[in-house]
């Protein structure tokens, strides 16, 4: 199996789909000519051509608008929206809308939009970009948030997030981007949501944990190995609700 960092996790998580489904597309600011800013989207504009991969303007509510409405037209949107802070000019969009889709149309219509966005901090970035604002999300009827902690799970995540028939905000930790490498299946997996996965088994106390506070939990437990505490750490995959 390759060795991969979360950005090209990532990457091959929508080069495959994107070559099993062409109703998948992406849209965002700068995801296409520049890959990204963080390039996950990198060469896939040359791959797909720019019916697929879209280049949008500075303008978040339009951008998960125009999702939402391809969505309900027979596609599958991945739209990016750069710095997960810059979702609150989006927020409308995001939940009385797509959220709440599939109830207002009676179950007529699903709206399968997966929403990317970097966050966190960690990393010296100023005002919105470093916004951890996940929990206000989790608040927002019909919206599923997923935290991935490392490359294996970023790419089997993001799979799963696709082919989910509703809305995932899917968060990418920008600490996490390039920090390590694992083995990650060159091939199709999915990683169900709502699941825990025990990451450190321990004796005295547990941590449970989602994105990059899955590597700090690590560290602690380390520490406190050393004082005699035997501390398990749980790696929570999140879906909707967020335990701390």
Known sequence: MPELNMVEALRSALLLEMERDERVMLLGLDIGRLGGVFRVTEGLLQRFGPDRVIDMPLAEGAI??????????GMIPVPEIQFLGFTHQAMHQIGPQMGRYRYRSRG????????????????????FHPDSIEAQFVQQ???K?????NPYDAKGLLLEAIRDPDPVLFLEPQR???SER???????????????????????????AWSASVELS???????????????ARRNRPHQTINV
């Open 108 to 127: 007529r219509f699903t709206c399968p939009v997966t929403i990317r966005a970097p966050f966190g901090g960690g990393v010296r970035t100023p005002e």
């Open 145 to 149: 948030v997923v935290c991935p902690a």
């Open 218 to 232: 690590l560290r602690a437990a380390e520490r406190l190995a050393i004082m005699g505490i035997s501390a398990a």
């Open 64 to 73: 998960i608008g125009a999702s939402i409405g391809l969505a309900v037209g």
């Open 176 to 178: 996490l981007y390039r």
């Open 141 to 143: 009827p019909g919206i």
């Open 182 to 208: 694992v083995e990650v299946p060159a091939t199709d997996y999915q990683i169900p949501f709502g699941q825990s996965r025990l990451v450190r088994e321990g004796e005295h106390i547990v941590l449970i």
